[in-house]
Structures are given as C-alpha cells and as structure tokens.
C-alpha cells in the first residue's frame, strides 16, 4: 500500500505560505513558553488555543499594518503621479510666458 506523499514544490509553497501568515512564528513561540512553563498544565492543548489566541491578536494587528502600508503606498504613488502631471503643466505655462 502506497502512502500519499505531496510533491516537494506543493510542501514548500505550504510552508512559505505558513511563514508569511505568521503561523510558524506563532507556534514557535507558544511552543517555547509552554516549555519554559514552570509547572506543565494537565492539558497542553487547552494551554496553546488559550496562549495562541493572544498571538493572533498581535497578528491582526500586523496584517493591518501591512494593510495600512500598501494603502500609504498606493496614496504616494498617486501624489508623484499627480506631482510630475502638475510639473508638466507648469512648464508649459512657462513656455508660453516666455513669448
């Protein structure tokens, strides 16, 4: 019996897909606390979805962020492009005060 195995291009497209999204990064970290914990919880899976849910506020915000940074992008492209229309003109109107 032959086991499903995903080719490696669709496992590596899934992972960098994980580190954009900050999955890795937040699993990580709510691995390490959970490690460093002093006293170990009864039930590790209620100590991730309970610590994990913090993180995924922090991770909003960072997708907000993000959100926030094309929309600021977007706006100084629109303002060179308005920036070079309005140099156009005024030299033009240069030229035609010159004679």
């Not at 991730?48 to 706006?75: F, P, Q, Y």
């Amino acid at each position: 019996m032959a086991s499903y195995k995903p080719n490696d291009s669709k496992r590596d497209e899934f992972r960098r897909y994980l580190e954009r999204a900050g999955v890795l990064d937040a699993l990580t970290k709510v691995l390490i606390a959970l490690y460093e914990e002093p006293d170990k919880p009864t039930d590790p899976i209620e100590y991730i979805r309970k610590n994990i849910g913090g993180m995924a506020e922090i991770t909003e915000e960072g997708a907000t962020s993000v959100g926030d940074s094309e929309s600021l992008e977007k706006k100084l492209r629109d303002a060179e492009a308005e920036n070079r229309e309005l140099r156009a003109k005024l030299a033009k109107m240069d030229l035609g005060s010159e004679e």
